[in-house]
Structures are given as structure tokens and as C-alpha cells.
């Protein structure tokens, strides 16, 4: 607030930089239950006049806070009917049981689970990779930094190519500069295939960075843990056939032309329905609502930027040096813009901020602002320490893993990022027009 005001800095946009700001910090260093910053944001944009209430509360009329509510509900409820154990343990022992086959199933298994319910596996793969490490008696040491972190990256990574949640706010954020710029289910995994490599190329990388002294056999216990779920029960064919549902729902958007974020909310009512009936209350009360409200919060930074003129003040800053760069240079300076915010905000925080000002900047270079969507989910991916990434975080805080084991993969991770970005994503994403 002591920065003095210009013709492009105006007394409204330094209100509205300071109080978000103000309420990301708090958010940041857990000052407050997130519900109570997730409302007080919105809320402070309305009472201090910098937009109208009806553009500050409309990220709850798209369907993000609705997908994101759906997905909860619904991973929470098969969950606890024992669906997400039966596919996680059936790919582990697929892939054998030794250590680096504990790593490829794991993977195997995080992009199966995505496919059937995207972007909700961190706790399931959380305390399945635990029970793991607890059951192999191996304690905080490079094998279990090896087992956990496999399973951070087998329910994160493969959201780069299978079309979720996260990504969807990134997308909602830039239909605020750029309402034509979407795609469909099909279109998100053809446009970003090359990923399905990345996936598993780190789940070798991390076999090599975290070899075991010894060997490790698991496929007793695993098989074992596999046999005491005994046959299907009626409740988990009764899930799958919801997730079969809300897939077959999100591959044919192109056909039935409703947004599939909805699919999500929709599977998630379906799942309590007379006939299949098998979510129960507890599933709903144990669902992380004050999420849902912080995310809607987020999106209201975008829609009250956009009001404000912040995204082409950005883009004014910025766009001569992104001329000079080219659109190669463009891309990558987007990824280190994100990369190095990592450091101070969150992931959605960044996707929130920085979304619509870039994807400003993406249309007067001429770019399209997709590719820019998906080198902004690239770069909030990269990370050093675990307090830049919560979903990351939730992996570390269960005890195993060093802080050096957990820095040395991530620091090898990002700079392998960047390769790939250069050497494999930009030139795919020319080959196929969409740079």
C-alpha cells in the first residue's frame, strides 16, 4: 500500500494486490482455517467496491467448485468400499513384486486410478505406499523415499495427459481473457501423449537415484493383502461401474457437447442412487469442503484481475521481452515464471494470479493460449521443497523420507522437465499445429 499509484499502477489495483497478498500469506503460513481466508477473500473484493459481487462469486456458477466437490465425495466413497486397494494391489503384483516392480505398478496403478477418477488419488496412494514401506519394515531410507515419492508421482504425473480437476481451473481461469480456448477429453490426451513417457521415465530415474542395498520381494505380502479382500463385492461393482459411467461420460464430450467437469458432480449423485446405493453420509462429512470454497476463492482473484485490468497491465510489462524470445523462448519463460512463484505461492495460487495475465500475453504474441495452460501445469509441478506443493507435502509428512532424498529426486525431476519441455513437448506440439 506504500507503493505509490500511476496511470497503469491505479489505487484499485494496489488494493486489490494487497489484499490478496494479505490472504495468500495467511493461507501460506496456516494463520487461519482455510475456510475462514476462503471466504474473507470474495468477501473483501465485494465490500471494498473493487468488482460486483455478481463477477466475484461467479466461478461458483462454472463447474470447477462442482467437479472438484464430485471427485471428493466420490474418491472418498470408493475409497472406503476397498475399490481403489483392489486396482492399486492388482497392478503391483501384475508388475511382480520385487522393488523396481513396487515402482512400475505403482505407476501402472496411479494411471488406471486416474483414468476412473482423476486427480483424487494423493491419499489412497498416500497410505497404500505407507502400508508399503511399514509392511517391508524398511523406516525413513532411501527405499522408502523411493516407494512414497513413486507414489506422489503415480497420482500427479499422469494428470499431465488424462484431462482433471486441476488442470480445469487453469482452463477456467483463462476462459475469463480467452473464452474459446478448450478441449475436450481426447483432445487434452492427444495433445499431450508425449507425457505417458515422462510418466514412466521418472519412475526409472527414481529406480536409479534410490537403488536398494538389498533386494526387496513384496509380492507375498502384496498377493496376501490382495487375497484377504477376498472376491469383488457387489458395492465395488457397483463403483466401478459409476467410474466406467463418468469415463465413457468425459472420452465422448465431443459428442454430447456438455462441459464433462459436470460428469463429476453428476457421478457423484449417481453413486447414492436407489439401485446402486452404495456411498454412505460419512463419505460426504469426511470430504475436504473448506478445498472446495479456497479454489472458488482462487478464481475469484482471476475474475476480479480481469475487471481491474491487471492481466494487460502484465501483459504490457512483459510482452516485449516475450517478443524477443520467440515462441519457443515464450514457453519457457512461462515455465521459469512458475517454477520460481513455486517458491513464494502455491500452485493455486499461481494458476489463479498468473492464468489470465499470461494467457493475455499468449494472444497479443499470437501463441495459443492452451500451449500456455499446459507449460503453466508443468511448471507449478516443479518443486525443491516439500512446503511448495501440499499434495506433495501429504507424501513427506508420513516420516520416511530425508529431506535430501526428497530434494536430490525433485531437483533432478525439474532440470528433466525442462529437457523434456525443449527436446520432446514444444517440438510434438508443433508437429501437430497447436504451436
Given at each position: 500500500?506504500?507503493?505509490?499509484?500511476?496511470?497503469?499502477?491505479?489505487?484499485?489495483?494496489?488494493?486489490?494486490?494487497?489484499?490478496?497478498?494479505?490472504?495468500?500469506?495467511?493461507?501460506?503460513?496456516?494463520?487461519?482455517?482455510?475456510?475462514?481466508?476462503?471466504?474473507?477473500?470474495?468477501?473483501?473484493?465485494?465490500?471494498?467496491?473493487?468488482?460486483?459481487?455478481?463477477?466475484?462469486?461467479?466461478?461458483?456458477?462454472?463447474?470447477?467448485?462442482?467437479?472438484?466437490?464430485?471427485?471428493?465425495?466420490?474418491?472418498?466413497?470408493?475409497?472406503?468400499?476397498?475399490?481403489?486397494?483392489?486396482?492399486?494391489?492388482?497392478?503391483?503384483?501384475?508388475?511382480?513384486?520385487?522393488?523396481?516392480?513396487?515402482?512400475?505398478?505403482?505407476?501402472?496403478?496411479?494411471?488406471?486410478?486416474?483414468?476412473?477418477?482423476?486427480?483424487?488419488?494423493?491419499?489412497?496412494?498416500?497410505?497404500?505406499?505407507?502400508?508399503?514401506?511399514?509392511?517391508?519394515?524398511?523406516?525413513?531410507?532411501?527405499?522408502?523415499?523411493?516407494?512414497?515419492?513413486?507414489?506422489?508421482?503415480?497420482?500427479?504425473?499422469?494428470?499431465?495427459?488424462?484431462?482433471?480437476?486441476?488442470?480445469?481451473?487453469?482452463?477456467?481461469?483463462?476462459?475469463?481473457?480467452?473464452?474459446?480456448?478448450?478441449?475436450?477429453?481426447?483432445?487434452?490426451?492427444?495433445?499431450?501423449?508425449?507425457?505417458?513417457?515422462?510418466?514412466?521415465?521418472?519412475?526409472?530415474v527414481t529406480s536409479k537415484v534410490f537403488r536398494p542395498e538389498k533386494p526387496i520381494d513384496a509380492k507375498d505380502y502384496i498377493t496376501e493383502e490382495y487375497k484377504k479382500l477376498g472376491k469383488m463385492t457387489s458395492a465395488e461393482k457397483k463403483g466401478t461401474f459409476v467410474c466406467l459411467a463418468l469415463l465413457a461420460f468425459l472420452m465422448t464430450g465431443s459428442i454430447h457437447k456438455i462441459e464433462?467437469?459436470?460428469?463429476?458432480?453428476?457421478?457423484?449423485?449417481?453413486?447414492?442412487?436407489?439401485?446402486?446405493?452404495?456411498?454412505?453420509?460419512?463419505?460426504?462429512?469426511?470430504?475436504?469442503?473448506?478445498?472446495?470454497?479456497?479454489?472458488t476463492a482462487c478464481m475469484a482473484i482471476g475474475q476480479v484481475a480481469n475487471v481491474l485490468g491487471v492481466g494487460k497491465l502484465i501483459s504490457e510489462a512483459v510482452l516485449p521481452i516475450m517478443i524477443a524470445s520467440g515462441d519457443t523462448g515464450s514457453v519457457i519463460l512461462v515455465w521459469l515464471l512458475c517454477v520460481i512463484a513455486n517458491f513464494l505461492l502455491t500452485p493455486l495460487a499461481i494458476m489463479a494470479s498468473l492464468t489470465a495475465p499470461l494467457t493475455q500475453v499468449a494472444l497479443d504474441l499470437g501463441i495459443n493460449p492452451v500451449v500456455i495452460y499446459y507449460t503453466i501445469f508443468h511448471g507449478v509441478d516443479q518443486i525443491i521443497l516439500p512446503y511448495e506443493y501440499v499434495l506433495y507435502l501429504i507424501f513427506f509428512t508420513f516420516g520416511l523420507i530425508r529431506l535430501t532424498d526428497f530434494m536430490k529426486i525433485f531437483g533432478i525431476k525439474m532440470v528433466l522437465n525442462l529437457i523434456f519441455l525443449l527436446v520432446i513437448l514444444i517440438p510434438y506440439w508443433k508437429l501437430i499445429g497447436l504451436l
Open positions: 500500500m506504500f507503493i505509490p499509484t500511476s496511470d497503469a499502477f491505479t489505487d484499485s489495483i494496489r488494493l486489490f494486490l494487497a489484499i490478496t497478498l494479505a490472504v495468500i500469506l495467511v493461507v501460506a503460513f496456516e494463520n487461519l482455517p482455510l475456510m475462514v481466508p476462503s471466504i474473507l477473500l470474495p468477501l473483501a473484493y465485494v465490500l471494498t467496491k473493487l468488482a460486483p459481487s455478481q463477477a466475484v462469486y461467479s466461478p461458483w456458477s462454472t463447474f470447477i467448485p462442482w467437479m472438484f466437490m464430485g471427485g471428493m465425495i466420490l474418491a472418498n466413497v470408493l475409497q472406503s468400499i476397498g475399490l481403489l486397494k483392489r486396482v492399486a494391489y492388482w497392478c503391483i503384483i501384475k508388475t511382480g513384486g520385487s522393488y523396481n516392480g513396487i515402482l512400475y505398478g505403482l505407476m501402472v496403478a496411479g494411471i488406471v486410478l486416474n483414468l476412473l477418477l482423476p486427480a483424487n488419488m494423493i491419499i489412497p496412494l498416500a497410505a497404500l505406499t505407507y502400508g508399503l514401506c511399514i509392511a517391508l519394515n524398511i523406516g525413513k531410507s532411501k527405499e522408502a523415499a523411493g516407494i512414497m515419492l513413486t507414489g506422489a508421482m503415480a497420482a500427479l504425473l499422469p494428470l499431465f495427459f488424462i484431462y482433471n480437476p486441476n488442470v480445469a481451473i487453469i482452463f477456467g481461469m483463462g476462459a475469463t481473457v480467452a473464452p474459446e480456448a478448450t478441449v475436450s477429453w481426447g483432445q487434452y490426451l492427444f495433445h499431450n501423449i508425449p507425457a505417458v513417457f515422462w510418466c514412466f521415465f521418472m519412475v526409472f464433462i467437469g459436470w460428469g463429476f458432480a453428476l457421478a457423484a449423485c449417481l453413486i447414492y442412487f436407489p439401485g446402486i446405493g452404495v456411498g454412505t453420509e460419512q463419505d460426504i462429512k469426511t470430504c475436504n469442503f473448506p478445498m472446495v470454497f479456497f479454489v
